[in-house]
Structure formats: structure tokens, C-alpha cells
């Protein structure tokens, strides 16, 4: 059973960094597409980006300027940054990973357990 | 960007009734869509892929229908288990969800 833990800052001040990672228990992280999605209070779903299990990325073009996702094969993890982050940024966070091995990402069949963040001074 | 309008955003419904949810893509994502269903607090649970593919586990009362632009989920027989809000998203070109159709009770 495939299980994604995901952990991370949930305070933050306006223009500081969000760091968050995610790992991935029981399965294998080779061949995958790994994703984070957000989703503020009360909205919708929002799509940040995704890495390949080989290191590419792909960003959504909204947040591309201040996103980072980077990948450590070694301990089965994936991490977000987002860069000078403001009020706007407060949402609850997910990873997710795709359903289908590539070579083209799919939909989200397993999701971690979300972080709140929020970003206040 | 492709961009992804659900409608309606709220529907009300009675148990037992069959509920039709339509997402229409800004241009042809071929059949690269798929539905979520969200309760609060939780994270979202696949239902559909690939415009009509049921996910494991999930009961045969969830239909996906659709190609091109024009797609809907349909569950034939709402039950109360199945009050929540649902998502499509594309997954053509970049990824798109769409803003989601909260289903209420009537």
C-alpha cells in the first residue's frame, strides 16, 4: 500500500521561503510523476507543479518565478519550495502521485495527508 | 493555457436521484481528463480517468463520459455517502482542475 507522508513549516512570515517535502512509503518511486497542489481556504484545486522521477519539472506558469521542486531518489522524496511567499499563499498543500507509471503525467491516485500553511506577520 | 469550466458549481439533490456534472476544456484534450471527489478536510479521491475509466474500488454508480471538450460524470443513483464536491482536470497539457461542483442535499 503506497502511503505519501508529507511534513513542513505551516507558519510563515510574508517573503520567506515554503519548504515542504513528501515521502513515498510501500512502492516504488521510479517511473512517476510527483505533483503538488494547492488549495485555499474554501476554493478550488490549484496545480503547482510536477517532477519526473528522473529530475524533470514542469511548473504551472502562474507560480513558475517562485517555485522549485527537486527530487532525492535515495530516500524516496520530493520536496516544494516557493519563494517570497505573501498572504496569497495560504492554503493547504498536497503532493500526489500519478497514477500510471509515464511517460506522460495522469491523474492523481494517491494523495498525502495535506499541510495547512499560512503566511502572516 | 487550457482552461477548464465545470458546471454547475452547486447542485442539490435528493438520494436517489441521477446527478450530471459537465466540464467543458478551453480546447481538445483528447480523452486526458479526470474526476475527483473532495469531502472537507480530506484530500481528493480519484473516481474517473481517461474521460471514462472507473478507478478501483469505486462503486459502478460513477460514469464518465466525453471527448474532445465536453465532458460529465454521472452518478445514477446519488447516495449519502456521495454529498461532497467533485473536480475535473485535465491532463492534455499541463495540468488544469476544474473549479469544482459542490453536490448538496435537497
Known amino acids: 500500500q503506497v502511503q505519501l507522508q508529507q511534513w513542513g513549516a505551516g507558519l510563515l512570515k510574508p517573503s520567506e521561503t515554503l519548504s515542504l517535502t513528501c515521502a513515498v512509503y510501500g512502492g516504488s518511486f521510479s517511473g512517476y510523476y510527483w505533483s503538488w497542489i494547492r488549495q485555499h481556504p474554501g476554493k478550488g484545486l490549484e496545480w503547482i507543479g510536477y517532477i519526473y522521477y528522473s529530475g524533470s519539472t514542469y511548473y504551472n506558469p502562474s507560480l513558475k518565478s517562485r517555485v522549485t521542486i527537486s527530487v532525492d531518489t535515495s530516500k524516496n522524496q520530493f520536496s516544494l519550495k516557493l519563494s517570497s511567499v505573501t498572504a496569497a499563499d495560504t492554503a493547504v498543500y498536497y503532493c500526489?502521485?500519478?497514477?500510471?507509471?509515464?511517460?506522460?503525467?495522469?491523474?492523481?491516485?494517491?494523495w498525502g495527508q495535506g499541510t495547512m500553511v499560512t503566511v502572516s506577520s | 493555457d487550457i482552461q477548464m469550466t465545470q458546471s454547475p458549481s452547486t447542485l442539490s439533490a435528493s438520494v436517489g436521484d441521477r446527478v450530471t456534472i459537465t466540464c467543458r476544456a478551453s480546447q481538445s484534450i483528447s480523452s486526458w481528463l479526470a474526476w475527483y471527489q473532495q469531502k472537507p478536510g480530506k484530500a481528493p479521491k480519484l473516481l474517473i480517468y481517461k474521460a471514462s475509466s472507473l478507478e478501483s474500488g469505486v462503486p459502478s454508480r460513477f460514469s464518465g463520459s466525453g471527448s474532445g471538450t465536453e465532458f460529465t460524470l454521472t452518478i445514477s443513483s446519488l447516495q449519502p455517502d456521495d454529498f461532497a464536491t467533485y473536480y475535473c482536470q485535465q491532463y492534455n497539457s499541463l495540468l488544469t482542475f476544474g473549479g469544482g461542483t459542490k453536490v448538496e442535499i435537497k
Open positions: 500526489a502521485r500519478d497514477r500510471f507509471r509515464g511517460p506522460n503525467p495522469n491523474a492523481f491516485d494517491i
